[in-house]
């Protein structure tokens, strides 16, 4: 048996991120939390993300599994407002593919934890340039995180990797335009 693992990333109003913020925020800070040491054991070159274990346990994909429902909810609710981010990879965790691709440095720049976020308005206004510069890469290094983004998802379609170097900034600047959220998930739906 295999698992295909998702990663959605969308915009929403700000009224949507106060309702999930109470289940979902919660969960992810916990996370981020106890998952602290493993971040730094990543950030010291001790952890290798081509691991799957070592990604599952630091990067905790199924966190959100018990709440797709509401996820679900959420992006049917809002699959047309506009750009979203939406990968998935079979035998991977999309997420987990970005943090190896861009390294601990980079990729300590998004918010949340591997890919799990609850946003509101104020704080995407406020994460927006972290995000922008942490995805701004010259031809060299983009060429260079693709090779990486691969070494940890091969099984990765080209256009969800594609997705993953380029589908965040628009994500943010469409919400921050519109005065939005974001809400991020990875998911390993059965």
């Known amino acids: 048996m295999s698992v295909t693992g998702w990663w959605i990333v969308?915009?929403?109003?700000?009224?949507?991120?106060?309702e999930v913020r109470p289940r979902l925020g919660p969960l992810i800070e916990g996370q981020a939390a106890a998952g602290q040491g493993g971040f730094e054991r990543w950030r010291r070159g001790e952890l290798d993300l081509r691991c799957v274990p070592e990604q599952y346990d630091l990067a905790a994909p199924d966190l959100l599994d018990e709440h797709l429902?509401?996820?679900?909810?959420?992006?049917?609710?809002?699959?047309?407002?506009?750009?979203?981010?939406?990968a998935s990879c079979r035998k991977g965790y999309p997420?987990?593919?970005l943090a190896h691709a861009?390294?601990?440095?980079?990729f300590a720049a998004l918010p949340g934890w591997f890919g799990h976020f609850v946003l509101s308005p104020g704080r995407v206004r406020d994460t927006l340039p972290g995000v922008a510069a942490a995805l701004s890469l010259d031809p060299a290094q983009r060429?260079?995180?693709?090779?990486?983004?691969?070494a940890?998802?091969?099984?990765?379609?080209?256009?969800?990797?594609?997705a993953l170097l380029d589908g965040l900034v628009p994500v943010w600047q469409r919400a921050r335009d519109a005065g939005w959220g974001v809400i991020g998930a990875q998911a390993t739906p059965s």
Do not use: F, I, K, T
């Open 10 to 18: 969308m915009a929403v109003p700000g009224s949507v991120v106060a």
């Open 69 to 86: 429902d509401l996820l679900y909810e959420v992006w049917n609710a809002h699959a047309e407002s506009g750009p979203s981010l939406a």
């Open 95 to 97: 997420a987990v593919g």
């Open 102 to 106: 861009l390294g601990p440095e980079r």
């Open 143 to 150: 060429a260079a995180a693709e090779q990486r983004l691969r």
């Open 152 to 162: 940890v998802l091969d099984e990765v379609q080209d256009a969800d990797a594609a």
